[in-house]
Nanobody, 123 residues
Framework: QVQLVESGGGSVQAGGSRRLSCVPS????????MGWFRQAPGKEREFVAA????????LYADSVKGRSTISRDNARNSVYLELNSLKPADTAVYFC????????????????WGQGTRVTVSS
């Protein structure tokens, strides 16, 4: 059974940082794109960032561009999301995704989803 396990969520004050991690189990995704989506209370899931297998191609949502960094460590079969200069609007559950079959910023393009890790930003 394939699972994506996120960690690193928590509460942080505005302006702070969080580093989210995602460790898959059940298979390796070293040859697949991986990424992050988020869902704020009462809103639909939205794309945050994605990275291809070799880390040569990165994509960020405009809402986090310049404040976040996605990276991966294929030796550890892991993907990370560094969030900086956090705002209350960044409060959401962050989901790790793997293996895209379409446009990266479309939720339906991704085959595997984690259960999410919550980030709460207070002002």
């Amino acid at each position: 059974q394939v699972q994506l396990v996120e960690s690193g969520g928590g509460s942080v004050q505005a302006g702070g940082s969080r580093r989210l991690s995602c460790v898959p189990s059940g298979r390796t995704f070293s040859n697949s794109a991986m990424g992050w989506f988020r869902q704020a209370p009462g809103k639909e899931r939205e794309f945050v960032a994605a990275i291809n297998w070799s880390s040569s191609n990165l994509l960020y949502a405009d809402s986090v561009k310049g404040r976040s960094t996605i990276s991966r460590d294929n030796a550890r079969n892991s993907v990370y999301l560094e969030l900086n200069s956090l705002k209350p609007a960044d409060t959401a559950v962050y989901f790790c995704v793997a293996q895209a079959f379409g446009t990266w910023n479309v939720a339906d393009s991704w085959r595997y989803w984690g259960q999410g890790t919550r980030v709460t930003v207070s002002s």
